[in-house]
């Protein structure tokens, strides 16, 4: 499944096939075709006999509450989290599709995502409509929030930023004396009547003009300011100062200027987008298999999440840049690494080079994934009829490992697998 997000064929049974400018060995070998379609169309996520009827995800809700828990084993590591919505593609029928107008993926199923700046995912809930339980008197932006926020433990060493659709004044002073520092977009008609200039009157105003109130009681700031739009933002932690400079285009001189950008504007702009790049790298290679069950997107989706989420963690751990397709190819090799035997892989290879006239040598020095040389499991020494040479010491040798398919000597199995 992984594989198709980045080695896209145009019908999943042109994987196994045998045409030269179709076939994928690696698939030929880990399992046969029927065998993949048999697992795939009798896959369950949940025990049909226990179903909770009232819950319209009942099917994946197992699975689901297993990653989230999966997701913040190690804890809330980073300092600023973004709350947003995440849309799974889908086109077929169900009563928790959503059309959002405007957005890249405008149907589908709709997600409610706790995020790291940089797109780690720690929390995601689906979202049912109108059928889902709803807590009294709360709205759904609010009641989304707290339910995401639910996983965090120290909410003083975190801030919490979100769009218009969450943001209230209510809300601001529910996450203060739960100890939530938040920061939020919000609409004209939700900011609790704090005095700031109109709209109108600030559409007229040139660029980087910003009117600001504090509400010293409850500890609340609002500020409106003056770009392309006019932009309303409220925070109980954060206010204006520093006073940022920001670059915009001026039409009239024809060249960028520097405007002022009240620091709630900035950290705001500068920590939001989590969510938007954990989506951005499930969309560059996400999963081409489709199958008839309506949860199939939002169980492939959440593969694709998981992957994401792995890869994130790679490079904020080992403090590298490893692009998104090295991570995944190296994860495909290590999951479809087969374990044949020297002699039934030749075999295969001689029967291959005798139907379509193209042969295949052994692997090249940096086909082994580390790890597979690594894992400790089912590597064995066997002896070749071929002396080659081996891949520690580089003098000749005849044994070789069956699993990493690579020439060593007995006194060099050892130190290469341990490397």
Known sequence: MILTGYHSLPKIENYWSKDEDKEVILVRKTMSRNKFKNIKQNLHLSDNKNLDLTDKFAKVRPFFNILNEKFSQFGIFSHNLSIDEEMVPYFGRHSCKMFIKGKPVRFGFKLWCLTFENGYLYKFLPYGGASTKRVDGLPLGSEVVLGLLEIVDQPQLHRIFFDNFFTSYKLLLMLKEKHFFATGTVRDNRTGNCNLKSMKLMAKEPKGTFDFTFDSENGIGAVRWCDNAVV???????????????????????????????????????????????????????????????????????????IVNAWKFYNLVNKKKVPQLDFRSELVLCLLKVETSLKDNDEDESQHSTTSNVSFGRPSKNSLPDAIRKDGMDHIIIKDDVRRRCRHCSSQTIYSCRKCLVSLHPHCFAIFHDK
């Open 232 to 306: 309303t933002m409220m925070s109980n932690v954060d206010t204006i100062e520093p006073i940022h400079a920001a670059k915009r285009y001026d039409r009239k001189l024809k060249k960028p200027i520097s405007v002022q950008q009240p620091s709630m504007i900035y950290n705001y702009n500068k920590n939001m987008g989590g969510v938007d790049l954990h989506d951005n790298g499930i969309a560059n290679y996400r999963i081409k298999i489709r199958g008839k069950k309506w949860w199939w997107p939002l169980f492939s989706n959440a593969v694709d999440s998981t």
